[in-house]
């Protein structure tokens, strides 16, 4: 199953459950986002040729980030650019998601395990502005 969270006609983000599955290949994000997430599936012997990638000039304002969650669950939290609360939901082990836009927060209910792929160099404390998180009580998780 594949989510959009979207908030006034931005996609915040796309959740790709471990249990999606689809033959052959098929992109979810648009062409214009500098983070692009896509799935494969392939049978036996199908042959992908082997290629190099073109230098290609990009411009690349806001940091868009890829998380696997390898094992465990956690809550994501939504935010507007505003910081303004939204909604959350909750991530387990074979998931994955593509934060686009807007705040995000995460609370893990187990121990977890998540890779991150996103795009670099790493700015430290210049490319992010962190805030307060939502309580736990005031959050209204999607379903």
Known sequence: MIYYIKHKDKILSIVIKKDF???GIEFFTPPEFSQQLAYMKRPKD???LP???NPVQREVF???EVLFIKSGKVRVDFYDEWKK???SIILEAGDVILLAHGGHGFKMLEDTEMIEVKQGPYAGEMDKTRFEPIDDFK???EE
């Open 46 to 48: 199908y042959i992908i």
């Open 21 to 23: 599955q689809k033959d």
């Open 62 to 64: 806001y940091t868009k």
């Open 85 to 87: 609360y939204l909604k």
């Open 51 to 53: 290629h190099v990638h």
């Open 139 to 141: 959050v209204r998780l």
